[in-house]
C-alpha cells in the first residue's frame, strides 16, 4: 500500500519545527507502560521524545521528510549535550545571543546529513530551530502583521497572564473579540491563506465547510475555557517564545528521563505503509498517529486503520487528532477497534493546541 500524502505533497522542506499538538493529552491518552514499543509520527521530534519520558522500551519515529528528522536529530543531540536552560535557548523559547555557538557543540553528535542540512540552515539556528517551518512562519507573519493592526501589545500582555474563567470570558467578550479581529482572522486562516503559506495545499484535499470558521471558535475556546498562562502553544503564537509554559518534552521535569532515555529511540525516513510490514503483527503497542488521516481519502484511511490494528498488541492504543477532515473508526471495525469516545472527548476539552476539531482515542480488542 503506497502512501496518498507522499504522493501529494512537498516534502523538501522544514514543515513543522515544533511539534503543534499537545503532548499533555497525547500522553495522558496513550496511557504508555514501562517497556511499551511505540510507533510516533516523528514531525519535529517533541511527541516522539516525551514518549521516552513515560518509560516507553522503544519509541520508533517515521516521517516521510528527511528535513523532519534532522529536526529530531538536532534535538537528540541537543538533550544529550546541552542543559536544559540551554537547550531552550537553541529551540527559541528563551532568548539566546549564542544559539550557534551551542549549535556547533551539538554537532559531533549528529549524522553528516543531518549536520549538512543544519550548516546551511545557519540563519534558522541563528532565530531559535523552534521557529524554523513554513507553519512556524506563518504563525510569525501573523504575529508580526496581523495582530497588530487588531490589538496593542499591552492587549496581548494582558491575554497572557490568564485570570480565573470569568475574567477570562469578560476580556475576550469586551476587549478582544472585535470586528477586526474576527475580519482579520477568517481572512488570515481561510482555506486560500492556510493552503499557501501555512499548509501544503494538498492537505486540504479532502476537507468540506469553512476552514476559518472552525479555527475561530477552537480559538474562543482556548482564549476563554483554556487559560492562556498555561498555554504553551498560544504563546508562541503571540509572542514568537514560551513565556510562562513549556510542552511536555520542554519541561524541566521530563528532561532528565528524555536524556536518560534516548538510546530508546530510532528514527526512519519511510513510509508508515512500509514500516509496518516490515514490523509484523502484534508488534507496537501505542500509535502517535498525529494528523496523518487528514490527507487521505476515507477509503485508504480504512484500508491503514486495518493495517495498524494488525500491526498493535491486544490493548494497544491509537491516538491521532482531525482538523478538518472527520476520520474516526468505522462501525465495520468495531469487533477489532473500540472507540474510547468519552475518554477522549474529556481530554479535547484540555487539548492547548487549539486548532484541531476532534481528538480520537481507539484500543484494540
Known amino acids: 500500500m503506497r502512501s496518498e500524502a507522499a504522493s501529494h505533497a512537498d516534502f523538501s522542506a522544514i514543515r513543522y ?3 503543534w499538538e499537545d503532548a499533555d493529552i497525547l500522553m495522558e491518552g496513550l496511557a ?11 514531525s519535529a521530534g517533541d511527541n516522539s521524545l516525551s514518549m521516552l519520558a513515560c518509560g516507553a522500551g522503544r519509541v520508533v519515529a517515521l516521517d516521510l521528510n528527511p528535513s523532519q528528522l534532522a529536526c529530531l536529530e538536532l534535538r537528540v543531540a541537543a538533550y544529550r549535550e546541552l542543559s536544559h536552560p540551554e537547550l531552550l535557548e537553541l529551540i527559541g523559547s528563551r532568548p539566546s545571543l549564542r544559539r550557534v555557538e551551542l549549535y556547533r557543540r551539538c554537532c559531533s553528535q549528529l549524522g553528516s546529513a543531518a549536520r549538512a542540512f543544519w550548516d546551511s540552515h545557519i540563519d534558522e539556528v541563528t532565530c531559535g530551530i523552534g521557529g524554523a517551518g513554513k507553519f512556524e512562519r506563518y504563525f510569525a507573519l501573523f504575529r508580526q502583521r496581523i495582530i497588530p493592526l487588531v490589538h496593542y501589545r499591552s492587549s496581548i500582555d494582558r ?6 474563567p470569568a475574567e477570562r470570558e469578560q476580556f475576550y467578550r469586551e476587549q478582544w473579540d472585535t470586528w477586526r479581529w474576527r475580519l482579520l482572522f477568517r481572512l488570515f486562516f481561510s482555506r486560500f491563506v492556510m493552503g499557501r503559506l501555512g499548509r501544503d495545499p494538498s492537505f486540504f484535499r479532502y476537507v468540506e465547510g469553512s476552514v476559518a470558521e472552525r479555527i475561530l471558535a477552537r480559538t474562543c475556546h482556548a482564549l476563554t475555557a483554556l487559560n492562556p498562562a498555561d498555554n504553551p502553544y498560544l504563546q508562541w503564537i503571540l509572542t514568537g517564545q514560551h513565556t510562562t509554559a513549556l510542552p511536555f518534552a520542554l ?4 528532561f532528565e528521563a ?3 532515555n534516548l538510546d530508546r529511540l530510532e528514527w526512519h525516513c519511510l513510509p508508515l505503509e512500509e514500516f509496518l510490514e516490515q514490523e509484523g503483527a502484534a508488534s507496537i503497542d501505542r500509535f502517535n498517529l498525529s494528523d496523518i488521516f487528514e490527507y487521505m481519502s476515507e477509503d485508504n484511511f480504512h484500508r491503514l486503520l486495518e493495517r495498524l490494528v494488525r500491526a498493535g498488541r491486544s490493548g494497544g492504543r491509537l491516538a491521532y487528532w482531525n482538523m478538518l477532515a472527520l476520520r474516526s473508526r468505522p462501525e465495520s471495525m468495531a469487533g477489532e477497534l473500540r472507540s474510547l469516545e468519552l475518554e477522549a472527548q474529556r481530554l479535547f476539552k484540555q487539548d492547548k493546541a487549539f486548532f484541531y476539531s476532534a481528538f480520537v482515542l481507539e484500543e484494540i480488542a
Not at 514501562?34 to 510516533?40: E, I, M, R, V, Y
Not at 491575554?159 to 480565573?164: E, R, V, W
Not at 519541561?251 to 521530563?254: A, D, F, I, L, T
Open 159 to 164: 491575554l497572557l497572564t490568564g485570570g480565573a
Open 251 to 254: 519541561r524541566s521535569e521530563n
Open 32 to 42: 504508555i507502560k514501562p517497556g511499551d514499543t511505540c510507533l510516533s509520527i516523528a
Open 258 to 260: 528524555i536524556r536518560a
Open 17 to 19: 519545527a515544533q511539534c
